[in-house]
């Protein structure tokens, strides 16, 4: 009864947004590192310097300031876009507001790096368009003084503090990964359509966009982002991360996967309280919880059914509160690249039935089989035999004509931005 409970509070969660015939529009957001361009350990206050910076040269708001009273996320009234550190002062994050084109978002952020970067460069450091910071074992790790991101760094260190040996040992990873993400409306007619296609080609996501080698490190990917969220606290039971494991057959089928992932925080008159991880479907179960606050102090609490309106899965192929299928599987990409990987997504959803049908019979299938989180490692590995290469390039070749045709079809010229994708299988 309580899995019933908490299987139709999810379907409420994230059902009630979806439009059976929406609006195409397109969310972008971007992380980056900032770095010192001395390879020395990144200046926190020249980046909190940033923002004060931003709010006159860009004509932005203070939407939200830390403890110390500083501004740490930016808000524009004119187009709602948002700048904001991202769990460290280290990394800067812009979300753009919804648009109808990419070139919409492409414009601003090219003024938005043009400020940017003069304004760093005054202090010898800057954004770059790389997955993990290169110094993130000079930086400050420390979170952005807030409770929100106090309490996920504290749930990310769960691993060491109660040994699970699972988990790698860098809880604070949040601090300094970077990702390339997509957000675009869906419909409760197509959700599980578009969460199946694009589960299916993360293998030529990896192979594309992977941008995140992680230095002093023995592992055998070009994706580190992968493993620091597969083998931490987010990644305790598989259905909460990454790529699914399976497609689903139905939307019944689909909110049985997800009430596998996590619940890990709640609030109590207004205090963060965080745990071990829970099944979502065995939240309701427990009689009680014992948590902690954000001072690690040890809290009974009582699981009550409005407790999962704090649920987030981490999946590949996220579906959000918003009405929207958030793609969050892409590092952070060159500056010269960033919107491919918009291009790439929309183009493939605007171009749906011939993205099915590619999916249904390709040789890359038949070959290597469909397990997807095993493929999406093979071809993140850092070492890829000339066979398999050959097979990839060749499908993404395919994927990619199929959204240059999508991106086409939209007559506004957004193909022109898989040019870097093509010239990378060339």
């Excluded at 991880?277 to 009974?300: C, H, R, W």
């Excluded at 491919?340 to 299938?365: M, P, Q, W």
């Amino acid at each position: 009864m309580e899995k019933k409970y908490a299987v139709e509070f999810l379907k409420e969660r994230y059902l009630n947004s979806l439009k059976e015939d929406p609006t195409l529009f397109i969310g972008v957001e971007l992380e980056f590192p900032i770095v010192s361009k001395k390879q020395e350990a990144t200046n926190i206050e020249v980046c909190k310097s940033l923002f004060v910076h931003l709010i006159s040269d860009l004509g932005f708001e203070i939407e939200k300031y830390d403890d110390d009273n500083f501004p740490i996320q930016l808000f524009s009234k004119v187009n709602e876009d948002r700048i904001l550190f991202e769990v460290s002062y280290t990394t800067i994050e812009i979300a753009f507001g919804k648009v109808e084109h990419i070139q919409e978002v492409d414009m601003r952020f090219q003024r938005y790096l043009s400020v940017i970067q003069s304004y760093l460069d005054r202090y010898d450091h800057e954004i770059v368009g790389i997955g993990v910071n290169p110094n993130w074992d000079k930086n400050d790790n420390s979170p952005v003084k807030t409770d929100r991101y106090r309490m996920l760094m504290s749930y990310l260190a769960l691993s060491e503090k109660e040994g699970f040996k699972q988990c790698h040992h860098y809880p604070q990873y949040g601090a300094f990964i970077c990702g390339n993400q997509v957000q675009l409306d869906v419909s409760r007619s197509n959700y599980i359509k578009v969460i199946n296609l694009f589960n299916a080609i993360e293998p030529v996501k990896a192979y594309l966009f992977a941008n995140s080698r992680f230095k002093d490190s023995s592992w055998n990917t070009s994706i580190s982002r992968d493993v620091f969220w597969e083998k931490s606290m987010h990644g305790l039971f598989e259905e909460n991360v990454g790529v699914n494991s399976r497609e689903f057959q139905s939307e019944e089928d689909f909110f049985d996967y997800l009430s596998n992932s996590a619940l890990f925080t709640v609030q109590r008159k207004g205090e963060i309280y965080y745990f071990p991880p829970i099944k979502v479907k065995d939240y309701m179960s427990f009689a009680s919880i014992t948590a902690y606050n954000l001072q690690g102090e040890t809290q009974v609490i009582f699981p009550i059914i409005n407790d999962l309106e704090h649920h987030r899965s981490y999946q590949y192929q996220d579906l959000t509160t918003r009405g929207t299928i958030e793609f969050r599987s892409v590092c952070a990409q060159k500056f010269s690249e960033t919107f491919s990987v918009a291009a790439f997504h929309l183009g493939l959803l605007t171009n749906l039935d011939a993205f099915e049908n590619i999916i249904k019979s390709n040789r890359f299938y038949d070959v290597l089989g469909r397990d997807y989180k095993f493929l999406r490692k093979k071809f993140s590995s850092i070492d890829i035999s000339d066979e398999d290469e050959q097979l990839v390039n060749d499908f993404a070749r395919i994927l990619l004509d199929c959204a240059y045709e999508g991106l086409s079809r939209r007559k506004r010229e957004e193909e022109n931005y898989l040019t870097p994708l093509y010239e990378k299988l060339s």
